[in-house]
């Protein structure tokens, strides 16, 4: 086997912000280090986010009946506070990130909510039972029973129910290509996009980039394959990974909603987010991709002030403007 090159050098400022923060967050993330990830900081700061945005939205939690026989599911709603209830507004279904194993409906929110605030739309986030403790499919099915849900009662939410775009990063971004993929082949209720921000694909973690960001960044290959094997336990990398658990395992990525993908060059999931997007191309989809130079896993949200950053968080929003002026 020949050597793994080098890797891609981060973007100047996104690596002097990797440098902040590099005694907090490891690249490294094994199972047992689990717990302790879900008590760290970012758990409190989440707590002190203004999800009205200073009053712009009506924030709402809502418990939903989940999968038959599973437990109810969580949904974070926040609707503009002055919209008119005559006039539905677009709906942004949210996902969030964690590699499978960390986070709540709260976690990542601020994106969307910025989205929302911009274009007038309602944010619904969803929370999912977390592996190892709930493996595949209880994750996806949770992403899809809260989807349907607000489908039937967008209306009573404030939404237009023909026109909700799918939305997540990382853990979150596979999750919402697995519910695009399950939507088309369920015949389920359709939706107008879906944005995958850095998504989680591919179980099998053998692409270059996974390879040469090895112990770089903020999740690298051990923490993939530690979220890849809490969610699949021994069939991860195997013959017969689930598509709705590993998009990338999916042989037709034809008849999918519109997409969006975006991801940095400098990140474990570079190879397998581009390979995506042209398998789409290649079944005749559309997909519109942005390979972000020099930045890792994340990077818009642990350093939002930096140029590259507000490129990325800007070709996310003119994204949806066109998405929704369609």
Same mark, same amino acid.
């Given at each position: 086997?020949?050597?793994?090159?080098?890797?891609?050098?981060?973007?100047?400022?996104?690596?002097? !912000?990797?440098?902040?923060?590099?005694?907090?967050?490891?690249?490294?993330?094994?199972? /047992?280090?689990?717990?302790?990830?879900?008590?760290?900081?970012?758990?409190?700061?989440?707590?002190?986010?203004?999800?009205?945005?200073?009053?712009?939205?009506?924030?709402?939690?809502?418990?939903?009946?989940?999968?038959?026989?599973?437990?109810?599911?969580?949904?974070?709603?926040?609707?503009?506070?002055?919209?008119?209830?005559?006039?539905?507004?677009?709906?942004?279904?949210?996902?969030?990130?964690?590699?499978?194993?960390?986070? /709540?409906?709260?976690?990542?929110?601020?994106?969307?909510?910025?989205?929302?605030?911009?274009?007038?739309?309602?944010?619904?986030?969803?929370?999912?039972?977390?592996?190892?403790?709930?493996?595949?499919?209880?994750?996806?099915?949770?992403?899809?029973?809260?989807?349907?849900?607000?489908?039937?009662?967008?209306?009573?939410?404030?939404?237009?129910?023909?026109?909700?775009?799918?939305?997540?990063? !990382?853990?979150?971004?596979?999750?919402?290509?697995?519910?695009?993929?399950?939507?088309r082949d369920r015949q389920g209720p359709p939706v107008i996009g879906q944005l995958l921000m850095c998504p989680m694909l591919d179980d099998r973690n053998d692409t270059v980039s996974s390879h040469q960001m090895a112990g770089l960044g903020v999740w690298d290959r051990t923490a993939?394959?530690?979220?890849?094997?809490?969610?699949?336990?021994?069939?991860?990398?195997?013959? /017969?990974?689930?598509?709705?658990?590993?998009?990338?395992?999916?042989?037709?990525?034809?008849?999918?909603?519109?997409?969006?993908?975006?991801?940095?060059?400098?990140?474990?999931?570079?190879?397998?987010?581009?390979?995506?997007?042209?398998?789409?191309?290649?079944?005749?989809?559309?997909?519109?991709?942005?390979?972000?130079?020099?930045?890792?896993?994340?990077?818009?949200?642990?350093?939002?002030?930096?140029?590259?950053?507000?490129?990325?968080?800007?070709?996310?929003?003119d994204w949806l403007r066109r998405l929704l002026a369609r």
């Open positions: 086997m020949s050597p793994t090159p080098p890797p891609p050098p981060f973007d100047p400022e996104l690596a002097a !912000s990797l440098e902040l923060i590099k005694d907090m967050i490891s690249p490294g993330l094994s199972m /047992d280090e689990i717990p302790a990830a879900r008590q760290g900081a970012g758990i409190e700061l989440l707590g002190r986010l203004d999800l009205s945005m200073g009053g712009a939205f009506a924030v709402e939690d809502r418990t939903v009946p989940g999968p038959q026989g599973a437990p109810d599911v969580s949904l974070l709603i926040c609707r503009p506070a002055s919209a008119d209830p005559a006039e539905p507004l677009p709906v942004i279904y949210h996902v969030h990130g964690g590699g499978m194993v960390l986070g /709540d409906n709260r976690a990542g929110v601020d994106g969307p909510l910025a989205w929302a605030y911009e274009l007038g739309a309602v944010v619904v986030s969803v929370e999912y039972r977390l592996a190892p403790e709930h493996p595949h499919p209880a994750p996806i099915d949770d992403v899809y029973a809260g989807l349907l849900w607000t489908v039937r009662h967008a209306k009573e939410i404030g939404g237009d129910p023909d026109r909700i775009v799918l939305a997540g990063a !990382s853990a979150g971004g596979g999750l919402t290509a697995a519910l695009a993929l399950l939507l993939n394959e530690t979220g890849w094997t809490a969610l699949l336990g021994e069939h991860r990398g195997g013959p /017969d990974v689930s598509p709705y658990a590993a998009p990338a395992r999916a042989s037709d990525l034809s008849g999918l909603p519109p997409a969006f993908l975006d991801v940095g060059s400098a990140e474990t999931f570079r190879d397998e987010v581009v390979a995506y997007a042209s398998r789409i191309w290649q079944s005749g989809g559309i997909a519109e991709l942005h390979v972000w130079p020099g930045g890792f896993h994340g990077f818009d949200g642990f350093a939002p002030q930096a140029p590259l950053s507000q490129a990325a968080r800007a070709a996310q929003l």
